[in-house]
């Protein structure tokens, strides 16, 4: 961690942690929110393929949540990455991005890194972008989910990037 992040702490997040993770994606103004009971449900079943930084008091002020997909076990696929407003321009996003890869590599052999970002996510596309180039792997993009598959209004396109094959530590 930097100067800027001495005073925070990354660990795996706990069901008690659902609702503070849930304010921070909705206040984001950026990620697609999701139920209260998913954050909850994802503390508790996915916390192995996530993190919380918290602050000096414990209290998360950022995550990443990201699961194995089950039919590629080499591949950890990154859902939402989120960091509270007062404590961005820190670098945490792309910590908790390096962090999370490399101790789900560690544990679980993971060589590839996926994660979709909508058109109009640019500081998503520098984290992950940025994220390839220290690894110096390669960075794929393709339409995973067009606009007409969204049941549920207008909704940009989600565009898949793949990383890999990912190399130990930035």
Known sequence: MTAAQADLQIDR???A????LWRIARDSEVLDLNSSYSYLLWCRDFAATSAVV???HGVP????????RPDSPDTLLVWQV????????RG????????LADRVARERGITILETTISPDNTASQRLFTSFAER???RLEREVLFDTAVFPD???EPEVLYRIGPLSAGG
């Open 82 to 89: 989120a960091v509270d407003g007062t404590y961005r321009g």
């Open 54 to 56: 918290r602050d000096g």
């Open 135 to 137: 690894r110096g792997a």
């Open 13 to 15: 997040p706990r069901v």
């Open 17 to 20: 942690d659902g609702a503070a």
């Open 61 to 68: 002020v950022g995550f990443i949540t990201g699961y194995v």
């Open 92 to 99: 945490l996003a792309a910590t908790l991005v390096d962090g």
């Open 153 to 155: 209004g207008p909704h």
